[in-house]
């Protein structure tokens, strides 16, 4: 089942694996800022499988409970 595992962070940088700017195939990172909670909810959602990010821009606020 799909879930936010968290919401509101800001986007640090964005690579490929290679190191060079984001390409359209292949494997890419981004790095987000968030706070240890975050950090914590993240860690557990992509040791328990795939992550997807996902922009809402425009989306209604979640609720404060998302990333904690």
């Known amino acids: 089942q799909a879930a936010f595992v968290v919401s509101d ?3 640090v940088a964005v690579a ?6 984001f390409g359209v195939a292949g494997d890419y990172f981004v790095v987000v800022g968030v706070d240890a909670d975050q ?7 992509m040791a328990s499988g795939s992550v997807e990010l996902v922009r809402s821009t425009g ?7 998302i990333g904690s």
Do not use: C, I, K, M
């Not at 490929?16 to 700017?21: K, L, P, R, V």
């Not at 989306?59 to 409970?65: C, E, H, I, N, V």
């Open 16 to 21: 490929d694996a290679e190191g060079d700017s």
């Open 9 to 11: 962070v800001g986007v």
């Open 39 to 45: 950090a914590l909810a993240l860690a557990e959602a």
């Open 59 to 65: 989306a209604p606020t979640l609720g404060s409970d």
